[in-house]
């Protein structure tokens, strides 16, 4: 179910948002870059549930919290990683 508000276009406009601001910042020897935005649309996915539109916009609801859990992935793989840095 979307939430109140969110139509299917929204979303999917949202989360291709999210995966172009973060796919560069996340990239890795390990995994390639299809891997990187599959894993970024699927942390998407699994938070919005927890989504409430007056609290702020969708895009960047996704963002922080796809962000948040990419950093964690990286922590747990890597050990302690600093922020990736904006470009």
Do not use: W
Not at 21 to 28: A, E
Not at 42 to 62: A, D, H, I, N, T
Not at 64 to 70: Q, S
Not at 74 to 80: D, I
Request: aromatic share 6%; proline share 6%.
């Amino acid at each position: 179910n979307l939430p109140d508000g969110v139509t299917e276009q929204r979303l999917m406009e949202a989360v291709e948002q999210v995966v172009r601001g973060l796919r560069r910042k996340f990239r890795s020897r390990v995994q390639g870059e299809d891997d990187i935005e599959q894993q970024i649309r699927l942390f998407c996915l699994q938070v919005l549930p927890k989504y409430r539109p007056e609290v702020g916009g969708l895009p960047g609801f996704l963002y922080r919290a796809a962000r948040n859990r990419m950093l964690n992935e990286a922590r747990r793989e890597h050990g302690r990683v600093v922020d990736p840095e904006c470009r």
